[in-house]
């Protein structure tokens, strides 16, 4: 009878450690040619703007269009060292130590990082 009681209440504990994390950035450490960097579920780099301040993203218009935000549902929480900010335009994006994330439309493929150095304004988001 403990057993079972134990097992369940491990299982829950579990279960709530798991929507914990659910809750918390998409984001994963992935291997690069330099180093550990960020990346989104879906295994692609992600960076930062220099021009952007903690809380602020400063990327609009072409910027956003080469730039994509790393997107946080309505719902999202902050989680750690991720935040969600809102963008001038109220959709959310998350952010690491305050700093907006982004993916660069020019990596084809996971672990891709040329977007790093951009325009000397974009680097690597490092975990």
């Excluded at 982004?102 to 975990?127: E, F, H, S």
């Amino acid at each position: 009878m403990t057993f079972i009681r134990m097992t369940a209440a491990t299982a829950a504990f579990l279960a709530s450690v798991t929507l914990a994390f659910a809750a918390g950035a998409p984001v994963k450490t992935v291997d690069s040619a330099k180093g550990k960097v960020l990346a989104g579920e879906n295994g692609m780099t992600l960076y930062t703007f220099k021009k952007d301040t903690k809380g602020v993203s400063n990327c609009e218009g072409q910027c956003l269009a080469n730039w994509p935000p790393l997107k946080a549902s309505a719902d999202a929480k902050d989680a750690g060292a991720y935040t969600v900010i809102t963008r001038k335009d109220g959709s959310k994006q998350w952010a690491k130590d305050g700093m907006p994330l982004y993916y660069w439309v020019k990596d084809m493929k996971a672990g891709d990082i040329t977007g790093d150095g951009v325009g000397g304004n974009w680097d690597l988001a490092r975990p």
